[in-house]
C-alpha cells in the first residue's frame, strides 16, 4: 500500500508542478489548461507527461526543442511521492486503524503535505506564500482533527481539550510571527509565515510547533549565516522563510513518528 501511495503521490507532485506555475503567471485554468513546453509552447503528449519517467527518458529535455526542463518537476514529483507514502506508512504505524479508515487518515494527511511543499516551492521561487493553499491546509488540518476526536475517542466536540489545544497553538504561532512582520515592516519575516505558522499549530499542537519553529529559526540562521560567508547573499538580501517553516513541519511529524512515546505529547 505505500507503494500506491508513492505512485499516487507522484501524480499529484505533477500536478502540484502545474499549480505552481499557473498560480503565478495566470496562465490557463488550473485543471483544464493542457501542458506545453515553456520553450517552444509546443502542446505535451501522454507520453511526456508521466512522472518522472519521462524526464527521465526525455533526459531533462524537450522532445521538440530540446530545451532544457527545470529540475524542479521531477524532485516535486519524487518528494510528493515520498511525502505520500511516508504519510501512509506513520499513520499505520502510529494508530490502531486499518480498511478504510486508515487509507482515509492517510489520504487527508497526504494532501496536508501537498500543500504544504507547495507553499514549500512557491515561496522558495517568488518569495510570496499563495493564501488559497493556506486555506486548504487548515480545511485537511481540521478534517484530521475531526477524525482522531470522532473515530479514535468517539466523540466529537467543536471546543474539546483537544480541538482547543491545537487551536490556541495555531492562533499562538499566527501572532508570533504576525507580530514581527508587523513590527518590522515585513523586514524580518512576511505576513505569509505567519499563516504557515497557523496550519502548523493547527495540525502539529504545542509541543509539536514549538520543535519546528525551533528548528526553521535554527537552519534559517544557519543557511543565512552561511550564504553571507560565501557571498552568495548580503547582510540585508531577503531569504524566503517559509521553506524553513515546511522543513520544520515535516521534521517535527518524522520525530512524532519515530518516537511513538510523544505521540500523545504531540496529539
Given at each position: 500500500m505505500s507503494f500506491l501511495f508513492f505512485i499516487f503521490g507522484l501524480i499529484v507532485g505533477s500536478f502540484l508542478n502545474v499549480v505552481v506555475y499557473r498560480f503565478r503567471s495566470g496562465e490557463g485554468?488550473?485543471?483544464?489548461?493542457?501542458?506545453?513546453?515553456?520553450?517552444?509552447?509546443?502542446?505535451?503528449?501522454?507520453?511526456?507527461?508521466?512522472?518522472?519517467?519521462?524526464?527521465?527518458?526525455?533526459?531533462?529535455?524537450?522532445?521538440?526543442?530540446?530545451?532544457?526542463?527545470?529540475?524542479?518537476?521531477?524532485?516535486?514529483?519524487?518528494?510528493?511521492?515520498?511525502?505520500?507514502?511516508?504519510?501512509?506508512?506513520?499513520?499505520?504505524?502510529?494508530?490502531?486503524?486499518?480498511?478504510?479508515?486508515?487509507?482515509?487518515i492517510a489520504l487527508i494527511t497526504s494532501f496536508l503535505f501537498a500543500?504544504?511543499?507547495?507553499?514549500?516551492?512557491?515561496?522558495?521561487?517568488?518569495?510570496?506564500?499563495?493564501?488559497?493553499?493556506?486555506?486548504?491546509g487548515v480545511f485537511f488540518t481540521f478534517l484530521l482533527i475531526m477524525f482522531f476526536d470522532f473515530i479514535l475517542e468517539d466523540t466529537f466536540v467543536?471546543?474539546?481539550?483537544?480541538?482547543?489545544?491545537?487551536?490556541?497553538a495555531g492562533l499562538i504561532a499566527f501572532l508570533f510571527f504576525f507580530g514581527m512582520s508587523y513590527y518590522s515592516d515585513e523586514r524580518w519575516m512576511g505576513y505569509g509565515d505567519s499563516f504557515i505558522a497557523l496550519v502548523i499549530g493547527f495540525f502539529l499542537g504545542p509541543l509539536g510547533t514549538f520543535f519546528a519553529i525551533l528548528f526553521?529559526?535554527?537552519?534559517?540562521?544557519t543557511v543565512g549565516i552561511l550564504l553571507t560567508l560565501t557571498g552568495a547573499k548580503g547582510m540585508k538580501s531577503a531569504i524566503p522563510f517559509g521553506p524553513f517553516l515546511v522543513s520544520g513541519f515535516f521534521v517535527a511529524f518524522y520525530v512524532m513518528a519515530y518516537h511513538p512515546h510523544l505521540m500523545r505529547l504531540f496529539w
Open positions: 485554468g488550473i485543471v483544464t489548461g493542457s501542458s506545453h513546453c515553456r520553450s517552444c509552447r509546443n502542446a505535451l503528449g501522454w507520453q511526456d507527461n508521466i512522472p518522472l519517467v519521462s524526464y527521465i527518458l526525455l533526459r531533462g529535455r524537450c522532445r521538440q526543442c530540446k530545451a532544457g526542463i527545470s529540475l524542479q518537476y521531477p524532485l516535486v514529483e519524487f518528494l510528493t511521492g515520498v511525502s505520500f507514502s511516508f504519510a501512509y506508512f506513520c499513520t499505520s504505524v502510529l494508530y490502531d486503524l486499518s480498511g478504510g479508515i486508515l487509507i482515509g500543500v504544504m511543499l507547495l507553499i514549500f516551492v512557491y515561496d522558495y521561487k517568488y518569495m510570496e506564500v499563495p493564501m488559497a493553499a493556506i486555506w486548504w467543536l471546543f474539546s481539550s483537544h480541538f482547543f489545544l491545537h487551536g490556541m526553521a529559526v535554527w537552519s534559517g540562521a
